[in-house]
């Protein structure tokens, strides 16, 4: 049986390769790091998280809660490494981000049947079976070698990162512990703005120099990680009602809540790294240590990582994938994690759980279904399939994905639950006999 090359080792490659193991598929992982690294990359761990160390929502309000919950009964390596890794984050899953990649890379590195060579593939393979799993950072060599095999130009949107400060740079003169509306315990930092700080701020952000996107690209955000001076722009309370709204979040010294407010989120593990929550930005790196330190409590932030911002590349996956996310102009080859044009850190892990499994099943000569259409992976594959091409735009897991519930007029919040709670019903009569199977190895030749 020929080894499955899987190309990329984040997220969504790693889960790949992970899964084809599993099953008793022998898998060359291929790695650029160390020898070369993407805009937003810095460490040689697999598996680097870059944007965020939030995970998002725990609860099943949120269908990324359900999402997680389905990779979690499926073993997933992903959430095997979060919750480990878990730190403090209120209603959120958030992880101490080397930590995790740490225990990622040590079970990859450690699986018999898998081989990671770092070295950077530049090319597609013209034969088979190959995981494309390079990601949002896709390098150009690699992109343009794609676009050949698509037959079209590739669609990008860009992304940016937010600064992560320093714990004990933090002025607790102003800013205080706690989480909104008390849930999950004291999780955050919070700097409160009053209504003249507060419009300064968002002045200086409107005036500041932003690093400028090349000439021959326009600049596409996904409204999911908008940058904080481009949400300003769109008018001078979009950020008090968005990132920085006040709500649930009474000042201790007031008793009443601020006119807008900061929150920092844990970064790892030992407390001492905090990012500011929805503060992704594209300003130069002189104007952000200058603007943030006109936060109340950020008088004198050592700032440990400072925003940036990079291209994410997807195709449109509508016109370009197959049902088992393999490119229809090359079979050969299947795409995984956020090239296919999902969204986020879950999503694209959940991804390629999907790539790693349907590619299992091609080696070993059994046909793996889809997901039940009513759980979340389902309605995440169903969106790759069924959005609109022409208009199509990465997409997070939402409830909207999901099939309507028959016969039941619930309120939202009611539900949402009865979906997550459909949908991890739905679940075991899928994964149980492919569980089963693997475990006893009956898949494996």
């Not at 070295?119 to 070698?145: N, W």
């Not at 000569?365 to 022409?390: K, Y």
Request: net charge negative; charged share 20%; proline share 6%.
């Amino acid at each position: 049986m020929m080894d499955v090359k899987v190309i990329g080792a984040g997220l969504a490659g790693c889960e790949a390769a992970w899964q084809l193991a599993n099953f008793g598929v022998r898998v060359k992982l291929y790695e650029m790091k160390p020898l070369r690294f993407s805009a937003a990359h810095q460490t040689e761990q697999l598996a680097e998280l870059v944007c965020s160390n939030s995970l998002r929502g725990t609860g099943m309000n949120n269908a990324v809660g359900c999402l997680k919950e389905e990779l979690r009964r499926m073993d997933s390596l992903f959430i095997q490494a979060a919750d480990a890794n878990a730190v403090p984050a209120g209603g959120a899953l958030a992880v101490d981000r080397d930590e995790f990649s740490a225990f990622i890379t040590r079970q990859i590195e450690n699986h018999p049947l898998i081989s990671i060579i770092r070295e950077e593939v530049l090319r597609l393979p013209e034969e088979g079976p190959v995981i494309l799993a390079s990601g949002p950072l896709t390098s150009d060599a690699l992109s343009q070698d794609l676009v050949r095999l698509i037959g079209q130009e590739q669609l990008y949107f860009y992304d940016a990162i937010a600064p992560i400060v320093e714990a004990d740079s933090i002025n607790f003169d102003h800013a205080w512990k706690a989480s909104r509306y008390d849930k999950g315990g004291d999780d955050y930092i919070n700097c409160p703005l009053d209504r003249q700080q507060y419009e300064n701020f968002v002045a200086e952000l409107l005036a500041a120099d932003k690093v400028a996107g090349r000439e021959f690209e326009k600049l596409i955000h996904f409204e999911g990680c908008m940058p904080i001076e481009a949400m300003a722009a769109r008018g001078l309370q979009t950020l008090a009602f968005g990132p920085m709204k006040p709500v649930g979040l009474p000042d201790p010294r007031t008793g009443h809540p601020p006119y807008a407010v900061i929150q920092l989120r844990q970064d790892n593990r030992h407390a001492s790294l905090y990012n500011l929550v929805g503060f992704q930005t594209r300003l130069t790196w002189p104007e952000q240590q200058r603007i943030f330190r006109m936060i109340p409590g950020l008088e004198n932030a050592r700032f440990a990582r400072l925003g940036s911002m990079h291209r994410n590349t997807f195709v449109n996956a509508p016109r370009c994938l197959d049902r088992r996310l393999r490119l229809i102009n090359a079979p050969q080859i299947t795409l995984a994690g956020q090239l296919t044009g999902v969204e986020g850190y879950v999503e694209s892990a959940a991804c390629g759980f999907l790539a790693g499994l349907f590619v299992a099943g091609e080696m070993l000569g059994r046909d793996i279904p889809a997901p039940p259409d009513a759980c979340a992976l389902g309605a995440l594959l169903n969106h790759l399939q069924g959005a609109e091409s022409e208009n199509f735009q990465p997409m997070n897991v939402n409830y909207g994905l999901f099939p309507a519930l028959e016969g039941r007029k619930l309120k939202r919040t009611d539900r949402r639950l009865a979906l997550a709670e459909r949908a991890l019903a739905v679940l075991p009569a899928w994964w149980q006999p492919l569980a089963e199977k693997r475990s006893s190895k009956e898949l494996q030749l």
